[in-house]
């Protein structure tokens, strides 16, 4: 028995342990994974890579939020809304190619190649930081998303190479919770030292020496060869995403998990992009206390993601994406009534309350606490729809399948983006555009009903 789902045509995953882990038992504990060789290089590549992509991003939005904007004349929304949608931008355009490259290669080899590459990037960012050029910075921003987006297909494809079909749920879960909680943790070094007296210094120089933590995490990765004939490698950007597209959706489970994940991304990309004005401009809160809002969120999303192995038994299919659906909806409407409620005697004309001023408030913890609740089902949801499409995705196809989710996702992130700015632009308030996308859960959860009844009706 392999541990490549032991599919036909699948080849054995390298690991470091005698035979391998079964098909058959319980499943696995998450933290066993952690242990194994032939998970853990992975999660501390991807946990590492986050963490920076983070550090940058976050870094250049604080600078933007507190400080070029006002130095420059800007509009505070427009241009973290513009910042969010160019770094999604190459997902969309570099995705279908880096998915073809990673189905015809070694996928730990191409992981280190990415992985160097990173270094590379990070140096130029350093750079960035120092002279606090707003187009220098834009650039990087699109360069990181482009380096982002060749090593994805890695990152999720290898999965099923590297474990049983039971362990697949549980690793989802580890690769989804490490990049939420590098997000939390890479904001808060983005956001707080960026800030600081000489902070665009100790931002550069964290982002370099992580990064080459990250490409020698890589080395230590098992092989993972390509499985089946390496596909065509088609250089023509909107030719390769049309064909890797149509392809996947030719395959109905897969691609259904896919278009149920890029709602998610629709709507998360609202949440954490809207988040640091709503923190600044309703919360009056310094970024001292933005921090602690999105401590909130990323918790609830790791806490959401840690769960699912548990709500599951490792068991694959659609029973939980609904209820996650739910809770986002349920999650949205009550973070909009508890930002509306908030501010009561509040002087909006003194300073920005500081982390502690922000948590002396009895209304700040009603917003904290439901942005604990709208994250912790977003986990839920999202797992187990990752797992769905990589369990049904056919072995040798695996990375374009991760690339036509990436090409789904940035697309709904884009048109996230596009669609908050014109409920802006009509006049809602930052937390209504927060229930009104959340609200496009029930639409969700109907949507993934219907089609889990039909599956276990076999139509």
Partial sequence: MTLASGRAGAEAAPTDEPGGAPEDGPPPRQLDLLRARRF?????VQFLGAFNDQVFKNGFMALLTWR??????????????????LYILPFALFSAVAGQIADGVDKARMMRWVKGAEVALMLLAALAFQVQNIFLLYLLLFLMGAQSAFFAPIKYAVLP??????????????????????????QILGLKVA???????????????????????????????????????DVTVVRAIRDVVRGCARNRRPFFAILCISWFWFAGATFLTLILPIA???????????????????????????????????????????????????????FWL??????????????????????????????????????????????????VYLDAAPPEERGRFVACSNITDSAAMVLSSLFAMVLLAVGLGREEVF???????LIAAAVILRRSRRDRAGR
């Fill in 40 to 44: 853990w290089p992975l999660f501390w």
């Fill in 161 to 186: 190479q590297y474990l049983a079909r039971r362990e697949l749920m549980a690793g989802a879960g580890l690769v989804q919770s490490a990049t939420f909680l590098a997000i939390i943790l890479g």
């Fill in 280 to 334: 600044k401009e309703t919360l009056h809160a310094s970024e001292d206390a933005a921090l602690v809002l999105l401590a909130a969120f990323v918790t609830g999303l790791a806490l959401g993601a840690a769960l699912t192995n548990r709500a599951t038994r490792g068991r694959i299919g659609l029973a939980l994406p609904p209820l996650g659906a739910l809770g986002i909806a349920a999650g949205a409407v009550l």
């Fill in 68 to 85: 070029l904007a006002e130095q420059l004349g800007l509009d505070v929304d427009l241009h973290v809304l513009i910042a969010g949608a």
């Fill in 338 to 387: 508890a930002a509306t409620a908030y501010g009561a005697g509040l002087d909006r004309a003194g300073p920005l309350l500081d982390a502690g001023g922000f948590l002396g408030r009895a209304d700040a913890w009603a917003v904290l606490g439901a942005a604990v609740v709208l994250a912790t089902f977003c986990g839920l949801y999202v797992v187990p729809l990752n797992a």
């Fill in 195 to 233: 800030l600081m007296t000489g902070g665009a210094t100790l931002v550069g120089a964290a982002v370099v020496a992580v990064a080459l933590l990250g490409w020698a995490a890589s080395f230590m990765a098992p092989s993972a060869p390509r499985q089946g004939r390496p596909p065509e490698i």
């Fill in 435 to 441: 229930a009104v996308v959340g609200l496009t859960g």
